[in-house]
């Protein structure tokens, strides 16, 4: 039953799966510092009219079935375009959300219809059933599917061109089986094709699951391998400086015998003097033996902060360290070194946006209840936060480690913080 002949249903029912659709979009998508709530509000509200007066002007003069074939105009792809102004995500990725809300909407609002059709239903029914449907999958979205798209995708930042033009397809292909050459209700066989092309769709969507789920995991392993070899290059220089030390020590231990004698002969000819000398100079022979600093005893964590703390000198970065990292951790080791790399890498890249006199890191690790480190750094300008509290830098700039560090707490429990105060940015992980 599509109530043709009540035109005031049929826009509050565009109205409806607007809202519902629009809503959707909104809940899997990252947006940028909202600064003017009370513009944003104004064009939102300013969108809904022209929704509404537009659908009113078109199923009024030119008919419901016109307005079908011309809503992805008048409706979608405005509500694309506001989202572009609002969300900081690429053009192409919110191309490929939308256009996948727009689709799932679709078999929404023709699941409605045919279920209100199936029960001999009114116009109050439809309203309240499209309600029902649109506010169920809200929540579901919100609070199940957001957290697992974002972490999952949050990497990714190249190929939605391409993935964007499979929904925009089957958005064509949905419509087109749906309202060509008549209304789905009217022909049993649109619906048959209808729905066998949902099973389609759903089998892509798998596919596109397995694929973007199979990038994350490489771009994760990517970034751990970096962290890998970065401990292995430290290792290796432990092992140098350990090869130099016992070089050095034999050389003294060979001598030591020629040491003991001289001193020996010095001190029966009385000379204190002499011995003085002798010892001052026997002593600055092993100032240059080159010494291991180890930060804590595991391995794993330890060569991550030997190493990035080593790439902080070579990048000329003035550091100030107090490292006081318990023997037993909290959580494993390799997770706990990822979170720790991401903290040290996050403030290198920050400080090495700024003149070389300005390059400064703090870095401090406490253990007396929590665990707790934190690292500081200077930065120039405001960093906006998100509503997680999760830094967005407006160029995207340093800012990639900080929703793996906000991942690792939510794991672990662990409490993270991102302040900025007198220029100097902190990073603080505690669990």
């Not at 010095?266 to 003085?276: F, H, P, V, W």
């Not at 180890?294 to 080593?310: E, F, K, Q």
């Not at 429990?413 to 940015?425: D, G, I």
Request: glycine letters at 4%; aromatic letters at 10%; one cysteine or more.
């Amino acid at each position: 039953m599509l109530f043709e002949d009540n035109v005031t249903f049929l826009v509050l029912k565009v109205l409806i799966i607007f809202a519902g659709t629009l809503a959707m979009m909104a809940s899997t998508t990252s947006f940028k510092p909202i600064r003017n709530k009370t513009a944003l509000i104004a064009v939102i509200l300013g969108y809904a009219v022209f929704v509404v007066l537009s659908t009113y002007l078109i199923i009024k003069y030119l008919g419901y079935d016109f307005f079908l074939r011309v809503f992805i105009l008048t409706i979608s792809c405005p509500a694309v375009l506001l989202l572009r102004k609002i969300s900081d995500e690429p053009f192409a990725k919110l191309v490929f959300t939308g256009a996948t809300h727009i689709l799932a909407s679709l078999y929404i609002s023709a699941t409605v219809t045919l279920l209100n059709t199936a029960l001999r239903g009114n116009e109050l029914s439809d309203i309240l059933l499209r309600l029902l449907f649109y506010l169920l999958t809200v929540l579901f979205e919100f609070y199940f599917v957001r957290r697992i798209w974002l972490e999952s995708v949050g990497t990714i930042k190249k190929g939605w061109g391409v993935l964007s033009l499979i929904p925009c397809a089957f958005i064509i292909l949905s419509v087109t089986a749906a309202i060509y050459p008549e209304h789905y209700t009217i022909r049993p066989l649109s619906v048959v094709t209808l729905y066998l092309l949902g099973a389609v769709i759903a089998a892509v969507y798998f596919s596109i699951g397995r694929y973007l789920s199979v990038r994350n995991a490489r771009l994760r392993s990517e970034q751990n391998r970096e962290i890998l070899e970065l401990q292995l290059e430290n290792i290796r220089r432990e092992n140098a400086d350990m090869e130099a030390l016992e070089k050095q020590t034999r050389i003294l231990r060979h001598d030591l015998r020629h040491i003991l004698s001289t001193v020996a002969a010095l001190a029966e000819s009385g000379d204190t003097r002499a011995i003085l000398d002798f010892v001052e100079n026997t002593a600055e022979m092993s100032e240059d033996v080159p010494m291991p600093r180890p930060y804590c005893r595991d391995p794993i964590l330890d060569a991550t902060l030997s190493g990035y703390l080593a790439s902080a000198r070579e990048a000329g970065i003035a550091l100030e360290t107090s490292l006081s990292v318990p023997d037993v951790l909290p959580v494993d080791s390799s997770d706990l070194s990822v979170c720790f790399a991401n903290m040290l890498e996050t403030a290198i890249r920050a400080c090495a946006k700024l003149p070389e006199g300005e390059r400064k890191m703090s870095v401090r690790c406490a253990s007396s209840q929590k665990l707790t480190l934190e690292v500081a750094f200077p930065v120039h300008g405001k960093i906006p936060l998100d509503k997680k509290g999760l830094p967005k830098p407006p160029d995207g700039g340093f800012g990639s480690g900080f929703r793996s560090i906000a991942s690792f707490c939510e794991r672990h429990n662990a409490v993270y913080s991102f302040t900025a105060e007198n220029n100097l940015y902190r990073i603080a992980v505690a669990l």
